[in-house]
């Protein structure tokens, strides 16, 4: 059996770079961790250190092995984080993208409310890197997100894909009727309100206009949606919004569907510390995903 105590001192003198140092770490003595280190090397059979001058310098085994040690402590990390989070009351502690939709996060996210035993939920809103990091060091059990992970988050993380949908064009009916039937022509220099530059359709949105040679005229750029979304009630202008959520948009809004744009896409994911879904709150938001709001077609 591999000695996973030794297997843990050989990792913190991998990543120091030192004994010494990662004697300090660990509130032990240089002796202690070298001789540890030392058995292990001897119990595998094989050099994990070379020694140059005062310095230590990883073999190519030595090298496999911290890349494979710091996977299994972070394996066993998850698994403490899970074990206590079952032993506390059921909080479900939750990072929401700041581009998100507030009213499909709360369409994702009221099911963890409704389990036999409910989650009482803890609802964080921040830049996605800032999430991505809180989550990689447990702190949130999940993170909710409008476009996939960038390949260098730097974050141990998984990312599961909850749904798409076309992006749609809503607006007051006095300014739809002012507008007239001729799609997307109608478009040409009507009253634009758009969602801030972080959001992951603002440039989308804009190339779309371009393309068509259409020239919006953009009364107002927000970083909030629900903002965006009032003064689209007001009738100050059209408003983008996700296909999926367009009879809630329409019932709290009383404002009407204009268009879909089918060429225009919306991905959202769900993003785990833990490559499995094990946790049922996170298990009820990827159903209401898949089952009562990505399932259908708001059109028909």
């Known amino acids: 059996m591999l000695n996973y105590k030794q297997l843990y001192y050989f990792w913190h003198v991998a990543r120091s770079g030192s004994v010494?140092?990662?004697?300090?770490?660990?509130?032990?003595?240089?002796?202690?961790?070298?001789?540890?280190?030392?058995?292990?090397?001897?119990?595998?059979?094989?050099?994990?250190?070379?020694?140059?001058?005062?310095?230590?310098?990883?073999?190519?085994?030595?090298?496999?092995a911290q890349q494979q040690a710091g996977a299994?402590?972070?394996?066993?990390?998850?698994l403490e984080h899970t074990l206590r989070h079952a032993a506390r009351e059921r909080v479900m502690t939750v990072?929401?993208?700041?581009?998100?939709?507030?009213?499909?996060?709360?369409?994702?996210?009221?099911?963890?409310?409704?389990?036999?035993?409910?989650?009482?939920?803890?609802?964080h809103e921040e830049r996605v890197e800032h999430l991505l990091d809180e989550l990689g060091h447990h702190r949130l059990d999940m993170v909710l997100i409008d476009r996939p992970l960038p390949v260098d988050?730097?974050?141990r993380c998984y990312e599961h894909a909850l749904g798409h949908t076309p992006l749609a064009l809503f607006a007051a009916s006095a300014l739809v009727d002012v507008m007239g039937p001729d799609?997307?022509?109608?478009?040409?220099?009507?009253?634009?309100?758009?969602?801030?530059?972080?959001?992951?359709?603002?440039?989308?949105?804009?190339?779309?206009y371009g393309?068509?040679?259409?020239?919006?005229?953009?009364?107002?750029q927000f970083d909030d949606s629900t903002l965006m979304k009032s003064f689209g009630k007001a009738g100050k202008g059209l408003f983008p919004a996700p296909l999926a959520m367009r009879q809630e948009i329409e019932r709290l809004?009383?404002?009407?569907?204009?268009?879909?744009?089918?060429?225009?896409?919306?991905?959202?994911?769900?993003?785990?510390?833990?490559?499995?879904?094990?946790?049922?709150?996170?298990?009820?938001?990827?159903g209401a995903a898949r089952s009562r709001l990505f399932a259908h077609d708001p059109q028909k």
């Open 20 to 64: 010494t140092r990662a004697a300090e770490q660990l509130h032990l003595t240089p002796q202690t961790i070298s001789g540890q280190v030392a058995e292990l090397e001897q119990s595998l059979g094989v050099a994990l250190f070379n020694r140059v001058g005062r310095r230590l310098e990883l073999t190519s085994a030595g090298r496999r």
């Open 72 to 78: 299994i402590f972070s394996l066993g990390a998850e």
């Open 95 to 123: 990072g929401i993208a700041d581009s998100v939709p507030r009213s499909l996060a709360y369409e994702l996210l009221a099911p963890a409310m409704e389990l036999a035993t409910p989650y009482r939920l803890i609802c």
């Open 153 to 155: 988050c730097g974050v």
């Open 183 to 208: 799609f997307p022509a109608a478009l040409d220099g009507a009253p634009l309100l758009l969602p801030g530059e972080k959001s992951a359709i603002h440039d989308r949105l804009l190339d779309w």
């Open 211 to 220: 393309e068509r040679g259409l020239h919006p005229h953009i009364v107002g």
């Open 253 to 286: 809004y009383g404002v009407t569907w204009l268009a879909t744009l089918d060429d225009l896409p919306l991905s959202y994911y769900l993003v785990t510390a833990e490559r499995y879904l094990s946790h049922d709150g996170v298990e009820a938001v990827m």
